[in-house]
């Protein structure tokens, strides 16, 4: 079973805000049900499904469970400090979730143009594009996008990337792709680390 949003009047579904995984699901199983969920974003990228390759609907309009961050604490922010400054202006970033990459995030704020090529993102992101600093202008594949698998945080962060072009979802199998992940410009990672 696949969580999707409403049908749009062409009679198209989205993924929202989990792309990664659902995808190649979606394509390689006998029988898709789908749920239909009102507060499940409709996405840019390839979660875009017609309803003629789902099989069953059912309606189910729950909350999206959300993910709130935590303040790092002093050691985590030193270490996000000792990161960011390794980030060189117009690197694209793989971040995860968890303290570490939430502080390092933090401590990014006087960085210019970052891209992201990322299998997940949560709000930390976000902030950085609504303060200008992703912008993903030197990315060499997927200008200007973001580029994630899924994404994980607050509703703020559901409604940003709702209907957002700047945002592309895609299938994880492309995202984590060593070819891909080469061709990107000065492609950096941070470790996740869940806490």
């Known amino acids: 079973m696949i969580q999707v949003s409403p049908p749009d009047k062409h009679g198209f579904c989205s993924l929202g805000v989990s792309v990664d995984i659902s995808k190649a699901a979606t394509e390689t199983a006998k029988t898709v049900i789908a749920q239909v969920n009102v507060n499940m974003p409709r996405t840019h990228g390839d979660g875009i499904i017609p309803i003629n390759k789902i099989h069953s609907f059912v309606e189910g309009h729950l909350p999206l469970h959300e993910h709130f961050s935590e303040e790092p604490s002093d050691i985590e922010l030193a270490i996000g400090k000792n990161v960011a400054c390794l980030v060189e202006d117009g690197a694209t970033l793989q971040m995860g979730i968890g303290a570490i990459p939430n502080a390092v995030l933090t401590c990014l704020t006087s960085h210019k143009d970052l891209g992201i090529h990322t299998e997940m993102f949560s709000d930390g992101v976000m902030e950085l594009v609504q303060k200008g600093i992703i912008t993903g202008i030197h990315k060499k594949k997927h200008p ?30 492309y995202i984590n792709d060593p070819h891909v992940i080469r061709k990107t410009q000065k492609s950096q990672r941070s470790i996740p680390q869940l806490k």
């Open 144 to 173: 200007g996008k973001i580029v994630s698998g899924f994404v994980m945080g607050t509703r703020k962060l559901y409604d940003f990337i709702d209907d957002n072009p700047e945002v592309s979802m895609l299938d994880i199998g």
